[in-house]
């Protein structure tokens, strides 16, 4: 039987050391012993406050604050989940998958579908709005359909866009289920236009499946699907810097935008400093063929800084996680596929909340059976109404909640800088999930 908290006192004192001992944080920095969350009274409509404010100022106060677990304390909101699908992929790239390959772990380890679906929909009671499905490569795992139309039907609670980070490989052959299921945006990796080249550096043939996924995208684009796409190429010097000018000219005609991605040090892709084609140097490579490149305006909380060739259709963005972080602006949290917390990419610190949530099944995978007993997705709808008056909140929501929230409180300002990245333990690219 499932023990329920009222939560409906003027002050809710949340207690972070009864959880603090089950985390695997990995941090050194003291955390404090307590969490307020402000009364539900305070932030109510009805109150006094509220009795001389116009429409709109009520409307704006009476709209739910975003969540205090999922903002650090740096201030920065997360509202965007990246959820590593799968460990396993179709293609071995030199720069992510470890030429001796990696040790997969074993299945009962990885999050079922219904653990990602619960998942998903307590970050999105929370206030996540963008789900991003990566891994591996996410189009291999065999469930990916039926697993993306239940976190699409998460539209109705908040979550606004459904992306996937693919090789393309197999993606044209599910793309219009994906598409019906609530695909919103692709970030497609491709990082040679010659297939000789694409065999080199992926280990693989397929470079004809991945034009076909891109060919498709655009058909559908062009009948009104609104794929957001976008194509990641990681720039290795002496492998395809010389291909930079080539991808760019794919925008003349094209309304696709390329991502030229510094590449990064993972263990075992052989990083080194020399292999690494930096932002200012992709710049000046563009710049003597096209010296009107100019600079566009950056959403808020993009990771890339876009450019756009005048005339062109296409626009070009480049990831410059070594030469620039973008850590201030970060609203980005990451699960792995064996259902661990990791809230920086190039963090070592992180904390299983698989292990949470199967604590009721007896630590075993929960297949759709026991999510059925264990009323995983009936419980977590309460979790929303954490800041309601009077919401009644599962403990397993709260715990997980809470872990979740000790993580993010724990995040740095920014990540080590080049020179000392390469140096730091962290798993694989393709254990991450990125
Ligand atoms: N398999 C999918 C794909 O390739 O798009 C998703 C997973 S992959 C790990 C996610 C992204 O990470 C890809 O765009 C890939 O190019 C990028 N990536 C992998 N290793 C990298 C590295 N060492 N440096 C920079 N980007 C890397
Ligand atoms: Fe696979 Fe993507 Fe890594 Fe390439 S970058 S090996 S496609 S996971």
Redesign the pocket.
């Known amino acids: 039987m499932l023990c329920k908290r009222v939560l409906s006192r003027p002050r809710i004192t949340v207690s972070w050391a009864s959880v603090a001992a089950q985390t695997r944080l990995q941090s050194t920095t003291p955390i404090s012993a307590t969490r307020t969350v402000p009364a539900p009274a305070e932030r109510s409509p009805s109150h006094p406050h509220h009795a001389s404010s116009s429409p709109r100022v009520t409307a704006l106060e009476s709209a739910k604050p975003f969540s205090e677990f999922l903002t650090d304390s740096f201030h920065r909101q997360h509202d965007y989940l990246r959820i590593s699908v799968t460990e396993r992929?179709n293609?071995r790239?030199l720069?992510?998958m470890p030429e001796e390959g990696i040790e997969l772990s074993p299945p009962a380890r990885l999050l079922t579908s219904p653990e990602i679906v619960y998942l998903s929909s307590l970050f999105v009671s929370q206030g996540v709005t963008k789900i991003r499905l990566?891994?591996?490569?996410?189009t291999v795992r065999k469930d990916i359909v039926p697993l993306m139309q239940a976190i699409g039907k998460l539209r109705r609670d908040g979550l606004r866009e459904l992306c996937l980070?693919?090789?393309g490989i197999s993606l044209h052959r599910k793309l219009d289920l994906m598409v019906e299921a609530g695909l919103t945006g692709v970030?497609?990796?491709l990082?040679t236009l010659d297939p000789f080249q694409f065999q080199i550096m992926t280990r693989r043939k397929g470079f004809e499946a991945v034009m076909k996924s891109i060919d498709r995208i655009l058909e559908m684009n062009k009948v009104g699907a609104g794929i957001k796409l976008k194509i990641?190429c990681?720039v290795m010097r002496g492998m395809n810097d010389r291909e930079i000018v080539p991808f760019v000219e794919l925008g003349r005609e094209k309304p696709i935008e390329v991502r030229f991605?510094?590449?990064?040090?993972?263990d075992g892709?052989k990083?080194n400093q020399g292999k690494m084609f930096s932002y200012q140097e992709m710049l000046a490579v563009i710049r003597e063929k096209y010296p009107t490149l100019e600079k566009v305006q950056d959403h808020k909380n993009d990771t890339s800084k876009t450019y756009q060739v005048p005339g062109f259709q296409g626009r070009v963005g480049f990831i410059t996680?070594m030469t620039h972080n973008f850590c201030g602006t970060c609203n980005r949290l990451r699960i792995t596929s064996d259902g661990n917390l990791k809230v920086c990419l190039f963090g070592n610190a992180e904390v299983s909340l698989r292990d949470i949530i199967r604590k009721e099944n007896d630590g075993q995978p929960i297949d759709e059976d026991a999510a059925k007993q264990l009323q995983l997705m009936e419980t977590v709808q309460n979790a929303a109404r954490l800041s309601d008056e009077g919401a009644l909140v599962n403990e397993r929501e709260l715990e997980i909640l809470n872990i979740i929230g000790m993580a993010v409180k724990r995040k740095k300002a920014k990540h080590a800088g080049m020179g000392q990245l390469e140096n730091m333990k962290n798993r694989p690219?393709?254990l991450?999930?990125?």
Request: proline letters at 6%; a negative charge.
């Open positions: 992929c293609l790239c720069y992510c990566t891994g591996g490569e996410p980070t693919t090789n970030n497609l990796s990082d990641n990681v991605i510094e590449y990064m040090p993972f892709n990083w996680s690219m393709i991450i999930g990125g």
